[in-house]
C-alpha cells in the first residue's frame, strides 16, 4: 500500500502532467469544429475551462511537495510553453489561462512532512478528476462515432482523435489505480508504459507529417522515419510482454529514439513560433507533444535504472 507522502506527491505529480493534457486536448477540440457544431465548441470550451481549474487548484497544492525531477523535466512546463500559449491564444481568439503556466514555472518541488489534511484535500482532488475525465472521455468518444459515421466534420484526424481519447483513458487508469492506493510491479508497468508511449510517438510523427506543408519535404521525410522506427519500437515492447525480447534492450532502444524525437519536437516548436516553418501546426500542439516526449523520457529513465 502506498504511503501518505507518496500518495500526495505521485497524485500531485500526475495532475501537473496530464491535467493540462487535457485541457490542450479540449482547446484542440475547441478549435476543430465547424460553425454549425457550435455546441459542440462550447461543450468543448467548458471542459477546457474545468481542466483549468483543477490543474490551478493542484499547483497550489504542490509547492514543496512533489519531486523536482518533474519539475525540471520540462513535463509540465517547457520554455516555450507560454509563448505557445500566447501565439495560439492570438490565433484562434481562445482567451488561455496564462497565469496558471507562470505560477508553474514558478514551482518548487521538495519533499516537505505530508499533513492528514492534504491527503484528504489530495483524494478530493483525484476523484473531481475522475468524474471530469470520464466526462471528457465519453465526449471524445461521440465525436469520434460522428466523425467515423460522416454526421461531423472536423479538422482533427479521425486517429488523433482516437489517440487523444487513449490517454484520457490512461490517466484514468493511473488516478484509479492511485484512490486504491497501489503499489505497482516496475517491470510490467515499464513494459505496459513503453507499448503505450512508443505508439503515442509514433502518432506524433504521423500526425506532424500529415501537417507540414507539402514544400517542407525534409521535415516530411524525418517525421515518416521517426513514426516507422516508433512502430518498431512499439512491437519491440510487445515482444518483451511475450519474453521474446529482454526488457532492457527494449528500454535503451526507446529511450535513444525518444531523445531524438524530442530534439525534433523542439526544434520544431522553436521553428513555429519564430515563423519558420510552414506548416497547419498550431504552436501549442507542438509544444504539447514536447511535452509528452519529455515525459516519456523521464520514465524511460526510471525503468532503466
Known amino acids: 500500500m502506498l504511503s501518505r507522502s507518496d500518495f500526495v ?18 482547446f484542440f477540440l475547441e478549435t476543430s469544429f465547424t460553425p454549425r457544431d457550435h455546441e459542440y ?3 468543448a470550451d467548458e471542459f477546457r475551462l474545468e481542466f483549468d481549474k483543477l490543474l490551478a487548484e493542484v499547483v497550489s497544492l504542490s509547492c514543496g511537495v512533489v519531486n523536482p525531477l518533474v519539475l525540471a523535466s520540462g513535463e509540465v ?7 505557445a500559449e500566447m501565439a495560439s491564444s492570438y490565433y484562434t481568439g ?24 492534504l491527503e484528504r484535500r489530495v483524494f478530493a482532488v483525484n476523484e473531481r478528476a475522475m468524474h471530469l475525465i470520464s466526462g471528457l472521455i465519453q465526449f471524445k468518444q461521440t465525436i469520434l462515432s460522428n466523425v467515423l459515421t460522416c454526421k461531423m466534420f472536423t479538422l482533427n484526424y479521425p486517429l488523433l482523435i482516437d489517440h487523444i481519447m487513449r490517454e484520457a ?10 484512490q486504491k492506493r497501489d503499489i505497482v510491479n516496475l517491470e510490467r508497468e515499464a513494459l505496459e508504459q513503453e507499448v503505450f508511449w512508443n505508439t503515442i510517438m509514433a502518432e506524433h510523427a504521423m500526425f506532424i507529417r500529415g501537417l507540414l506543408d507539402p514544400t517542407e519535404n525534409e521535415l516530411i521525410e524525418t ?13 519491440e515492447a510487445l515482444a518483451a510482454m511475450d519474453y521474446t525480447l529482454p526488457l532492457k534492450k527494449v528500454t535503451e532502444d526507446s ?14 516548436t522553436k521553428g513555429l513560433l519564430d515563423c519558420q516553418i510552414r506548416s497547419i501546426i498550431i504552436p501549442l500542439l507542438a509544444d504539447h507533444t514536447l511535452r509528452e516526449a519529455n515525459h516519456f523520457l523521464r520514465l524511460l529513465k526510471i525503468f532503466n535504472r
Open 77 to 83: 512546463v517547457t520554455p516555450y510553453t507560454l509563448k
Open 9 to 26: 506527491s505521485q497524485s500531485l505529480e500526475l495532475h501537473l502532467f496530464f491535467a493540462r493534457i487535457m485541457k490542450e486536448h479540449s
Open 169 to 178: 483513458k490512461l490517466y484514468l487508469q493511473l488516478i484509479r489505480r492511485l
Open 41 to 43: 465548441q462550447e461543450q
Open 223 to 235: 517525421a515518416n522515419n521517426f513514426g516507422n522506427d516508433f512502430i518498431e519500437l512499439r512491437d
Open 94 to 117: 481562445v482567451t488561455l489561462a496564462t497565469e496558471i503556466t507562470q505560477s508553474e514555472e514558478e514551482l518548487s518541488g521538495g519533499n516537505s512532512p505530508i499533513e492528514l489534511m
Open 255 to 268: 529511450l535513444k529514439a525518444t531523445k531524438e524525437i524530442r530534439d525534433f519536437k523542439e526544434q520544431g
